[in-house]
């Protein structure tokens, strides 16, 4: 739902965060007589986000407490099944209470349409922590990462290879084409991006000088790329593990694949990464890998985009380096 302007802002935060890591803007003002000698940020009271699981996590479980925590600010987590929402309590109704105690709510979901429901009916910022068609937040940190290492994101190219029409292969299209880079996907057709993704990414693109392409040819995809990333093969939630294998198989990111890039290309994986799966132990460990930074930038992006939400903080355009 951003914009490129704000994109760009909130990578240009996220690394300012990354420098300096304890700015609270989640501590809220201090109660209005603070005795002489007292340091008020003592008596703040800090602002409390949700951050809900209908799915497991490690990275973003932790990334958001951590990141709330470093912002002054208090986080709740949960798990859907120790709350009502496990016993058919409906997501609008759980919108409406927690809209009443916190001042966003992230979650992670199913359905896209589940966390569109929660969205219409909370009156506070709603963050999709993963959803079956997207993970927004993790292309916040890969673009982030990929601005570590090339300065920009702009007119880089980027390719995906694998499991092409889920969540990662949406985002990967939709946020990398925003952020003005030409976005290659290559994987089965069994498994393509969803039309309608692919439709709003064409268009994203030709608005912000990148292009978007898919295919089937690996080869094709990591051509001269200057980033290549891959997902696993079997997403949370997904079946039928033996077909999914055998038809990704040709995809797998190895080194002979990885030649194929750039000399100076980084390889990204969200993770949890299945070696030897869609990525070798050698691509994941080896010199090219930015795997670890990127999952490090998870937590900085994260920060900087709840204090956006919450506090509207943001650096302006001009002080952006371009
Ligand atoms: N990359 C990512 O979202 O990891 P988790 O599933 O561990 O949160
Ligand atoms: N595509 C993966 C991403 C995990 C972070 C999944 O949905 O399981």
């Known amino acids: 739902d951003i914009t490129a302007d704000e994109q760009r802002r909130l990578i240009a935060f996220a690394r300012e965060l990354k420098t300096d890591r304890y700015t609270r803007p989640l501590l809220g003002g201090p109660p209005p007589a603070v005795p002489d000698g007292i340091d008020s940020r003592l008596l703040a009271t ?26 002054g600010g208090n986080a709740v987590l949960f798990d859907a099944q120790s709350s009502h929402l496990a016993r058919g309590e409906s997501i609008e109704d759980t919108a409406r209470v927690l809209s009443r105690y916190v001042d966003a709510i992230v979650i992670r979901t199913f359905a896209d349409a589940r966390i569109a429901a929660l969205a219409g009916a909370s009156s506070v910022p709603v963050v999709n922590a993963l959803t079956d068609g997207y993970h927004p937040c993790q292309l916040l940190a890969d673009l982030m990462t990929i601005t570590e290492e090339f300065g920009a994101v702009a007119g880089r190219t980027i390719a995906f290879v694998g499991d092409t029409g889920n969540n990662m292969g949406h985002s990967y299209l939709l946020a990398g084409a925003l952020a003005g880079a030409h976005v290659r996907l290559a994987g089965p057709d069994l498994h393509p991006p969803a039309g309608d993704v692919l439709r709003s990414a064409t268009e994203l693109a030709a608005a912000h000088g990148g292009s978007v392409s898919v295919t ?27 077909s999914r294998m055998a ?39 080896g010199p090219q890998s930015r795997v670890f930074e990127q999952a490090e930038n998870r937590l900085h992006t994260q920060k900087a985009l709840l204090a956006w939400l919450i506090t509207d903080a943001l650096p302006p355009l001009e002080e952006v380096p371009t």
């Open 46 to 71: 800090p602002r409390s986000v949700a951050v809900i699981f209908e799915k497991e996590s490690t990275r973003t479980r932790m990334s958001f407490q951590v990141g709330i925590t470093e912002l």
């Open 216 to 242: 089937t040819d690996p080869i094709a995809a990591i051509d001269g790329a200057d980033v290549v990333a891959t997902d696993t093969w079997l997403s949370m939630g997904q079946d039928n593990r033996e």
């Open 247 to 285: 038809a990704l198989a040709p995809y797998r990111l190895d080194e002979r694949l990885l030649a194929n890039a750039a000399e100076h290309a980084i390889v990204l994986h969200c993770l949890p990464a299945h070696r030897g799966e869609e990525i070798t132990d050698e691509v994941m460990d």
